[in-house]
């Protein structure tokens, strides 16, 4: 049976007295505020015009329940497997959403990573007041109940002028404890004036069975001329369900860019929020989404250009296989005193297969009038001629067509940069292209 | 070689090939010219495996073997190569892995062992160079963006670093110009051994002042209707197709 809103509402009640806080009543306050507004609010159903096309009543009949508490030594045998070789400044391991100190690694020198829970056990006045600034409490229910219930999640602040000379490393492991369970994690990344830095972030399951439910909110500050690049690769457990809230805030001169990949679960969502603060600064976002059977990805974009001469490009490309769907719903406002913006968007689909679905919708709403924006949308299948092109050369079908596709995608998986990242993803390319059932989950090592 | 008997063939219903025969030799290189029209790409496409044609009578004998029960990769992969008229761009795919993973994938068909890197670079340069292709165009995506002559080119590199056993070579003159149909023609000439048999479909005798046929067939309506040598071409050239046409049909 799918469990009521006060069912949820118990439920996160009974928990919060044992979720980080400070020591002062502060952080209760603003948990039961955001339960309150969930409850006003509720779940988003069909009728909400950001969800028409993704349904949560799956979700829902789940009833997932809070983490269970385990102690760190239960936790992470897997870890190591999981760990990547790339070539990190520093990492923060997340275990089920709880952090797991003993495979972290701190950086050195100008750059503060820690647990969000041990920030706020500390009475961290900038964290806490930063907890929850950039995402409000949003307009579906998700983000308030993320805000009243969260167990942990990361901290990064980035210091003025520094230049982190390696990636940062976020990795979220799921294991097979996770099973029945919602996962509420915040990052906070906090880039102040003239820093710089890159963050991969990498969501992995121990299992492909394991359904879980891993909810986040990201919130991204860049002060003056800071500038992030971010990596991110959802590769959940195939019944996992997933739904990650990017909150991103530049000031002036300040750049983010955003390279995404959602690639497991059977439902994710990311929806991905870009203020432009102040004048001259500049937003990228890439994203890849590969659906089979029972998946649902889901891309939601809203570039806010409400300050003059800022510039935001997206590209979005998805390959859909066997009955998979997707959803990209991508919105550039450009508004009245944002004169000199630049804005483009554009989303293309490849579709393996009559049962595939994608609802696309890229929208631009312009009220300034010197801009220089353009949206566009595609969806299309394998060409015939290109696959008889490569069989004539000597490859087989199933390689012919997983070429094509790792083509398809090549211009955003170039930008994971990263060696590691990339033969990840077009491992998982060949097999969507291939015909073959899925035999073991993917792993970076 | 290659015994190509009473072919027929049809593409949506409408019948191309009314009984073509044709027998290349190791050794020799055909040219196949006629007007538009009389079936020539046609029969390049069913030689190379390409859907869309129904074979409706005949036999194509390829080294001992019935060649139409073969997949396209099978026919590539035991010496068949098709220059291709209209070569297929390929964005995203990056033109020197792909010629590399071509060679490999015959190779391993064949049993043999993968080339090694250093061997492939220095083969790959050297024949880039023999047809003056650009070596950026060896970095980038796969015909993505060529001219017109650099795809021509880059079909001439592939089959010369595939090496093939027979090569068909379809309307590979449309649309160069001089220079290009000269560097074409020289990397074909550079193909020419007496293992490698080829055919050259061509509309016009142009591309034939260049790579000097052994034989030329005329194709009209489906079939061979006359055979001779490089005189015949010449001769094509100067009257065009419409008399032989009428001699064949009196």
């Known amino acids: 049976m799918t469990p009521s809103l006060s069912d949820y509402k118990i439920g996160t009640l009974q928990g919060i007295e044992t979720l980080p806080m400070n020591s002062g009543d502060w952080m209760v306050d603003r948990r039961l505020a955001a339960l309150e507004r969930f409850e006003a609010l509720g779940f988003p159903n069909r009728h909400s015009e950001a969800w028409r096309y993704t349904s949560v009543e799956g979700l829902l009949k789940q009833g997932f329940i809070a983490p269970a508490k385990t102690s760190q030594s239960d936790q992470g045998d897997g870890i190591q497997n999981h760990l990547s070789q790339l070539a990190t400044v520093g990492r923060l391991v997340f275990v089920d959403g709880q952090f797991i100190e003993e495979h972290s690694e701190y950086p050195s020198g100008g750059v503060r990573v820690s647990s969000l829970k041990a920030a706020m056990a500390t009475g961290d006045r900038q964290v806490l007041q930063a907890v929850g600034s950039l995402s409000g409490l949003g307009e579906d229910g998700f983000a308030a109940l993320n805000l009243a219930g969260f167990h942990d999640g990361a901290v990064i602040q980035v210091a003025q002028d520094v230049r982190l000379d390696g990636p940062l490393e976020i990795l979220h492991l799921s294991s097979s404890r996770a099973e029945g369970r919602k996962l509420p994690t915040r990052h906070l990344i906090l880039m102040e004036r003239g820093s710089q830095a890159e963050l991969i972030e990498r969501f992995v399951s121990e299992d492909q069975q394991s359904c879980y439910f891993n909810h986040q909110v990201v919130e991204i500050s860049l002060a003056e001329q800071a500038s992030l690049s971010h990596k991110r690769i959802q590769m959940e457990s195939r019944q996992a369900y997933h739904l990650s809230d990017l909150h991103i805030a530049l000031q002036s001169k300040a750049a983010y860019h955003g390279v995404m990949a959602a690639i497991g679960g059977c439902w994710s969502r990311t929806f991905i929020s870009n203020r432009f603060q102040q004048p001259d600064a500049h937003c990228e976002l890439d994203g890849l989404y590969l659906v089979d059977d029972g998946q649902l990805a889901d ?113 955003i ?26 035999t073991s989950h993917e792993s970076l090592g | 070689m290659l015994a190509i008997k009473n072919l027929t063939a049809s593409v949506d219903g409408k019948e191309i090939l009314r009984g073509l025969d044709l027998q290349v030799k190791a050794g020799e290189v055909h040219a196949i010219m006629g007007p538009n029209g009389s079936g020539k790409s046609t029969l390049a496409h069913i030689l190379a495996g390409r859907d869309g044609y129904s074979v409706t009578g005949g036999e194509v004998r390829y080294l001992g073997e019935d060649l139409l029960q073969l997949e396209v990769e099978e026919r590539a992969q035991q010496g068949v190569f098709l220059a291709m008229q209209y070569p297929v761009e390929l964005p995203g795919v990056n033109n020197m892995s792909f010629l590399r993973e071509s060679i490999n994938a015959i190779r391993r068909a064949r049993g043999e062992a993968e080339i090694d890197t250093l061997s492939f670079m220095k083969q790959v340069k050297e024949k880039a160079r023999q047809v003056k292709l650009d070596e950026k165009l060896l970095k980038r995506s796969v015909n993505a963006g060529f001219s017109g002559g650099e795809k021509k080119r880059n079909e001439i590199l592939q089959m010369a670093m595939l090496e093939p056993k027979l090569a068909i070579l379809d309307e590979t003159d449309s649309g160069l110009d001089i220079d290009a149909l000269r560097t074409v023609a020289d990397g074909v ?62």
């Open chain 1, 413 to 438: 998986v170039d930008k994971f940069e990263h060696q590691a990242l990339i033969e990840l993803l077009n491992r998982r390319m060949n097999f969507v292209g291939s015909t073959e059932q899925e």
């Open chain 1, 299 to 411: 891309f939601h974009l809203d570039v806010d250009h409400q300050v003059a001469s800022c510039s935001s490009r997206e590209n979005f490309k998805g390959l859909l296989r066997g009955s998979g769907r997707a959803v990209f719903d991508g919105l550039i406002q450009v508004g009245k005193g944002a004169q000199k913006s630049e804005a483009h968007l554009h989303n293309a689909n490849l579709m393996l297969s009559r049962q595939a679905e994608v609802d696309t919708k890229p929208q631009l709403m312009i009220l300034a009038d010197d801009v220089v924006c353009s949206h566009g949308t595609s969806v299309g299948q394998l060409d015939d001629q290109a696959i008889f092109y490569l069989r004539s050369r000597g490859l087989d079908e199933q390689r012919a067509r997983a070429l094509l596709c790792q083509g398809f995608l090549a211009d």
């Open chain 2, 189 to 250: 000439n550079r193909l020419r051994t007496t293992e490698r048999g080829m055919i050259v479909v061509t509309h016009y005798q142009r591309l034939l002042d260049y790579i000097q046929p052994d034989k030329v067939h005329v194709l009209a309506n489906g079939r061979i209707v006359r055979s001779g040598g490089k005189d015949l071409a010449l001769e094509l050239e100067a009257r065009g197709y419409g008399w032989l046409l009428e001699e064949v049909a009196a």
